[in-house]
């Protein structure tokens, strides 16, 4: 492996001389080697470990599987949040829009699925009549869902976004509110306090132990519940939304908003028209709130006006700041601790020997995640994978260039 | 979007009620009503807004220091022999007062010790480092989970589950809502009077302070230019202790009057709603200018009490907020514009 020979030397004050230079610890070197390579050659590389990741429920691995609930429907409930701090990283991490009302979109998605797939909903295209086949509805709604979460991304960003910073996130949060209030008020359509139950989800897999295809709910026994299959559909979303946003983050739209995020008057002046890329920010950043909206109506079968609190947008905003905001592997890892580790102590009685009441720290998990982003504001504000700011304006070319340097240097 | 969400409530008439009638035989009533809730947006949002002119930082947490507040004066309350039982207490209007004036104290004592305790532990660390402006953001949004789940875990294992916990404190009946007069068809109470009263004796003084004294003076002069101010000899950290200190205060009395008019309220997540409301009420007012908080507080409390009516109690909060959307969308900087600096008029 050539890349362990590129290992430039590693806190010299000469490093501070050339501080645009990625040069720094493990995770520069491993970044600068994984830019380096093909794009072929990153899939190759790259397939083996999704595997894996893909595979985590099945494999079952002694310590790192929960105690008190089903594994799989933790991760299938980490696929959502990854979606959701994927999307909520474009609108924060690229384009600088502090969205503290991210749940909404979410929850229109949701409800969108919802209300054109519940019986118990008089919008309901399932039944007689109704244009949507049973066993397919959840994907027929799945397109919907975005796209009228797009529009409602569209609705809410186009008076907003003229808004400085600050203003923004108390109107977004505004937003939010206003979305799970309508949709505990508009009892007619959405159920009120009493939700819709009874939601679409794909019927395949039909089996003699599972009536009702390997999708439904009530496949939530065995290794190969339910929730494990919600997880790889959502592996399979989070793999497209993440080549799609990538694409994006590369092209002449990634690099409006990098130029928004550091100095929007400066941008503005360049001849970046800010405004269209903060709303197109906002836009792409809805509907993949919406994918994961109505990946969670179709998991859960199930919606209601509870799960849609502002407390949400909160955490999904942690998740974004604590993996590090702009970075997209960093924002799924923390979408992956914020499901994760409330979960991993919940039920568990010892841990490596040592006894502790899981499920209280389980419960004080809000608490912790307090504790935790108070502590990583201080002493590593960047998130814990954090982006290269600088080098990302510049493209791959940037990485190229760097490491035939690094190359240089070592010899 | 406000447009498109006006014409949804008022076309789709099935759903949402639009009982003019309503709002019309009960105006007075509304508006007073309006105005005592008003008051106490109005004490938070100057929390908000002092924060915000001096630092240029949304005090996230700032609902929990009124949250705590709201615990303070109950404790002190129930130091002083008071049992949550939630039956009235007549103790006639002296004694009444006296300790109405104790409980008081103590949630401002409360109220600003937990401001200027965050503002040390939580927010100086990252100034001294120069953090970016969204990092305090997501600082104050941790202190805001770290306090909440204090009172919510934390507190009642201290205090042998008599504070704090899951459910809403057992009120305790200090002044029961009792009809003085009637001003244009309006029932004015003593708890009105007691509230409203306070609010803009309180209001009074903080103008007084910002505008007339020396410190008032210094935090506006941070709040301009805080180079110019330290080299003119103003400690900017000293500002900073006394601006938070400032807002725990006020927010420690809104919280004493909040539960005079909603006993039910004390819980360890009744903080943020009303929080948000009173940031809405600062930006309302144009954020960081002491008299549009003000302006910002009442002119939420009334507005929402009268759309309360017109639409239906369930729209009470969707009605405060598409009001912050519509002003914005005409002016971006709320009613009476930004600066504290330039406040003073």
Same mark, same amino acid.
């Given at each position: 492996m050539s890349e362990t020979r590129t290992t430039p030397p590693t806190g010299t004050p000469a490093s501070s001389k050339v501080a645009d230079r990625p040069h720094g610890g493990l995770g520069d070197t491993l970044r600068l080697w994984w830019d380096a390579l093909a794009r072929p050659t990153q899939w190759l590389v790259g397939s083996p470990f999704i595997v894996f990741i893909a595979l985590l429920p099945v494999l079952n691995l002694p310590v790192l599987t929960t105690v008190g609930t089903n594994f799989g429907a933790v991760m299938a409930q980490f696929g959502m949040y990854a979606l959701i701090a994927i999307g909520l990283n474009v609108v924060v991490g690229q384009a600088g829009l502090l969205d503290l009302g991210y749940v909404g979109f979410y929850a229109v998605g949701a409800y969108t699925v919802a209300i054109l797939t519940s019986p118990s909903s008089p919008w309901n295209q399932t039944g007689d009549g109704g244009w949507l086949s049973r066993d397919w509805a959840w994907l027929a709604a799945l397109p919907i869902a975005v796209a009228i979460t797009a529009m409602s991304g569209l609705i809410l960003g186009s008076p907003t976004l003229r808004l400085r910073g600050d203003y923004l996130a108390i109107v977004t949060l505004g937003f939010g509110e206003i979305v799970r209030l309508l949709a505990d008020n508009l009892d007619e359509v959405t159920g009120g306090g009493r939700g819709l139950s009874q939601v679409a989800y794909p019927r395949i897999g039909i089996s003699e132990e599972n009536t009702n295809g390997v999708f439904s709910a009530g496949a939530s026994s065995g290794t190969l519940n339910s929730g494990v299959w919600w997880y790889w559909l959502s592996i399979v979303l989070i793999l497209i939304t993440l080549v799609a946003v990538g694409n994006l983050e590369r092209s002449r739209v990634g690099r409006s908003w990098?130029?928004?995020?550091?100095?929007?008057?400066?941008?503005?002046?360049?001849?970046?028209? %800010?405004?269209?890329?903060?709303?197109?920010?906002?836009?792409?950043?809805?509907?993949?709130?919406?994918?994961?909206?109505?990946?969670? #109506?179709?998991?859960?079968?199930?919606?209601?006006? %509870?799960?849609?609190?502002?407390?949400?947008?909160?955490?999904?905003?942690? #998740?974004?700041?604590?993996?590090?905001?702009?970075?997209?592997?960093?924002?799924?890892?923390? #979408?992956?601790?914020?499901?994760?580790?409330?979960?991993?102590?919940?039920?568990? %009685?010892?841990?490596?020997?040592?006894?502790?009441?899981? %499920?209280?720290?389980?419960?004080?998990?809000?608490?912790?995640?307090?504790? #935790?982003?108070?502590?990583?504001?201080?002493?590593?504000?960047?998130?814990?994978?954090?982006?290269?700011?600088?080098?990302?304006a510049y493209g791959r070319e940037i990485y190229l260039a760097a490491r035939r340097t690094a190359r240089k240097d070592a010899a | 979007m406000t447009g498109e969400l006006i014409h949804a409530l008022t076309v789709a008439d099935p759903l949402v009620g639009f009982d003019t009638a309503a709002l019309v035989d009960n105006f007075w009533a509304l508006t007073v009503d309006g105005l005592t809730y008003g008051s106490v947006y109005a004490l938070v949002a100057v929390g908000y807004t002092l924060v915000y002119g001096v630092l240029r930082l949304i005090n996230f947490a700032h609902s929990e220091v009124f949250m705590l507040g709201m615990f303070g004066q109950y404790a002190v309350l129930m130091m002083l022999g008071f049992a949550p039982s939630g039956n009235a207490y007549n103790l006639g209007v002296t004694m009444t007062v006296v300790y109405l004036a104790i409980a008081l104290v103590g949630g401002m004592a409360v109220s600003g010790g937990v401001a200027v305790g965050l503002e040390r532990v939580a927010y100086r660390p990252l100034r001294k480092r120069g953090a970016q402006p969204l990092a305090f953001l997501i600082t104050a949004i941790g202190a805001s989970f770290v306090l909440q789940e204090f009172v919510h875990f934390i507190l009642p294992r201290l205090t042998g589950d008599r504070l704090g916990g899951v459910n809403a404190q057992q009120p305790i009946r200090l002044v029961v809502p009792e009809t003085q007069f009637t001003l244009f068809t309006a029932n004015i109470t003593n708890v009105t009077i007691i509230i409203?009263?306070?609010?803009?004796?309180?209001?009074?003084?903080?103008?007084?302070?910002?505008?007339?004294?020396?410190?008032?003076?210094?935090?506006?002069?941070?709040?301009?230019?805080?180079?110019?101010?330290?080299?003119?000899?103003?400690?900017?950290?000293?500002?900073?202790?006394?601006?938070?200190?400032?807002?725990?205060?006020?927010?420690?009395?809104?919280?004493?009057?909040?539960?005079?008019?909603?006993?039910?309220?004390?819980?360890?997540? *009744?903080?943020?709603?009303?929080?948000?409301?009173?940031?809405?009420?600062?930006?309302?007012? *144009?954020?960081?200018?002491?008299?549009?908080?003000?302006?910002?507080?009442?002119?939420?409390?009334?507005?929402?009490?009268?759309?309360?009516?017109?639409? *239906?109690?369930?729209?009470?909060?969707?009605?405060?907020?598409?009001?912050?959307?519509?002003?914005?969308?005409?002016?971006?900087?709320?009613?009476?514009?930004?600066?504290?600096?330039?406040?003073?008029?």
């Open positions: 990098v130029a928004i995020r550091e100095d929007e008057d400066a941008a503005e002046i360049m001849g970046v028209p %800010t405004f269209r890329f903060k709303l197109w920010a906002f836009v792409i950043g809805a509907s993949i709130g919406g994918v994961s909206g109505a990946l969670y #109506a179709g998991q859960v079968q199930f919606v209601n006006p %509870t799960n849609f609190n502002v407390i949400n947008s909160v955490l999904f905003l942690c #998740a974004v700041v604590l993996g590090g905001q702009g970075n997209k592997l960093g924002v799924i890892l923390g #979408a992956f601790l914020i499901v994760y580790l409330p979960n991993f102590f919940l039920g568990r %009685t010892e841990l490596l020997g040592i006894p502790i009441n899981g %499920t209280e720290i389980a419960e004080f998990r809000y608490l912790f995640f307090g504790i #935790a982003l108070m502590v990583l504001m201080v002493f590593r504000p960047q998130g814990l994978i954090p982006v290269r700011q600088k080098l990302l | 409203i009263l306070s609010a803009l004796i309180l209001a009074l003084a903080t103008d007084m302070f910002i505008n007339r004294t020396k410190f008032g003076r210094g935090i506006r002069a941070v709040a301009q230019d805080p180079v110019t101010a330290t080299l003119m000899g103003v400690s900017r950290e000293r500002i900073i202790v006394l601006t938070f200190l400032i807002g725990g205060l006020l927010a420690g009395a809104a919280a004493l009057l909040y539960t005079l008019r909603v006993p039910n309220g004390i819980i360890y997540s *009744g903080g943020f709603i009303l929080g948000i409301k009173a940031f809405c009420a600062a930006v309302l007012g *144009g954020i960081g200018n002491l008299r549009g908080a003000l302006l910002g507080g009442l002119l939420l409390g009334v507005m929402e009490n009268y759309g309360q009516v017109l639409f *239906g109690t369930e729209w009470r909060d969707v009605v405060a907020f598409v009001l912050l959307i519509a002003v914005l969308m005409v002016r971006p900087t709320g009613i009476l514009g930004e600066s504290l600096a330039r406040s003073r008029a």
